[in-house]
């Protein structure tokens, strides 16, 4: 069993940044090197939306088109512990941001991905 403890979440200025971690507790062995981790993002009444994600062993990217360019994850494998560095935040990424982690293979369309593991989300604000 993953758990998955997400921090770093706050209020920020348009335009400023911030940097959410998760740590990643449990971890089911060598196993977990086959691993992705992501970070997904809801707003109220909307759907959680993919923002992005990192191959725990290839240490490959991937991110949304909203996000891209400004945000960056990353892997910390003797931390156990992702990240993910946002910059020239914008009020429309106000959310509550949640770690994932799945062992299944990524689909292609990363929007229609669903991962095993979720952590309890750790609350961004973006003031204009």
């Known amino acids: 069993q993953v758990q998955l403890v997400e921090s770093g979440g706050g209020l920020v200025q348009a335009g400023g940044s911030l940097r959410l971690s998760c740590d990643v507790a449990?971890?089911?062995?060598?196993?977990?090197?086959?691993?992705?981790m992501g970070w997904f993002r809801q707003t109220p009444g909307k759907e959680r939306d993919f923002v992005a994600c990192?191959?725990?062993?290839?240490?490959?990217?991937d991110y949304a088109d909203s996000v891209k360019g400004r945000f960056t994850i990353s892997r910390d494998r003797a931390e156990n512990t992702v990240y993910l560095q946002m910059n020239s935040l914008k009020p429309e990424d106000t959310a509550v941001y949640y770690c994932?982690?799945?062992?299944?293979?990524?689909?292609?369309?990363?929007?229609?991905?669903?991962?095993?593991?979720w952590g309890q989300g750790t609350q961004v604000t973006v003031s204009s």
């Open positions: 994932t982690a799945d062992f299944k293979p990524v689909p292609s369309d990363l929007n229609s991905w669903w991962p095993n593991y």
């Open positions: 449990g971890k089911p062995g060598s196993t977990f090197f086959t691993y992705t």
């Open positions: 990192i191959r725990w062993g290839a240490g490959s990217e």
